[in-house]
């Protein structure tokens, strides 16, 4: 399934928070509208997420990055209504897994907090670190940071823990809106991305691991 539909589908709600335009006329503007282009021509997703030839490995993985909070916002807005203290008391995936949260500020140690906190306190620490431009330079003067792979690493394992809560705990309601094949498809993209660039280990991939073998099966 092409991802084309999925803005329109997800934008007639209301968005979980504004999204992060790409200044136009930059580098990473040009690269993510080449990414669109090819996840609208409904071509195969390993090869949509390969780096292009000639291109920057971190401006590749700032596009992402960025892409993929705006989807991940989009899709935990449709449940966020159905997500709070009383129905998901914890950051989970099922019974087996869990997740503290930790961001060297507010909360030094990892500490158990409601789905719904979590996922709060995680979009503002991403935000943060996008609007950040030491972190993701606007200008191709700056030069990214020598961390900015581990950085981009550390931001999408968390994000892949929003698709663990709202596939185990709110797949009903991705079902009753038809919200399924649009979340799937946004899922496989951002699953063959960190795949490709190993972006999140094998253990943290472990809750969907079942799930991504029925439906990742796009060939090389």
């Keep these: 399934m092409a991802l084309n539909g999925f803005l329109e589908f997800f934008q007639k709600g209301k968005t979980f928070r504004p999204k992060k335009p790409f200044a136009s006329g ?6 993510h509208k080449q990414a669109q282009a090819s996840l609208q021509s409904g071509i195969n997703l390993r090869q949509v997420v390969r780096l292009p030839h000639g291109e920057n490995l971190n401006d590749w993985l ?4 960025v892409d993929f909070f705006n989807r991940i916002n989009l ?3 449709t449940v966020s209504e159905f997500c709070n203290e009383i129905t998901c008391p914890t950051m989970s ?3 087996r897994y869990e997740y503290l949260w930790a961001d060297g500020e507010l909360y030094k ?3 158990a907090l409601s789905a719904q906190k979590y996922i709060e306190h ?3 620490w991403i935000e943060t670190q996008i609007n950040n431009e030491s972190v993701f330079p606007v200008s191709t003067d700056v030069p990214f940071p ?3 792979s581990a950085i981009s690493r550390k931001i999408l394992t968390r994000l892949f823990r929003v698709f ?3 596939y185990i705990h709110h797949f009903d309601r991705l079902v009753s809106i038809g919200a399924e094949a649009h979340v799937n498809a946004c899922y496989k993209h951002f699953y063959y991305f960190v795949q490709e660039f190993d972006m999140i280990s094998g253990k943290e991939l472990e809750p969907l691991q079942e799930m991504t073998s029925r439906i990742c099966k796009d060939k090389d």
Aim: charged share 15%; no cysteine; aromatic share 10%.
């Design 26 to 31: 930059t580098i990473r503007y040009s690269l």
């Design 62 to 65: 700032a596009v992402h990055v």
């Design 75 to 77: 899709i935990y807005g």
């Design 93 to 95: 995936g099922g019974s």
């Design 109 to 111: 140690k990892p500490t």
């Design 122 to 124: 995680l979009m503002d």
């Design 146 to 148: 020598k961390n900015f």
């Design 164 to 166: 663990v809560h709202v």
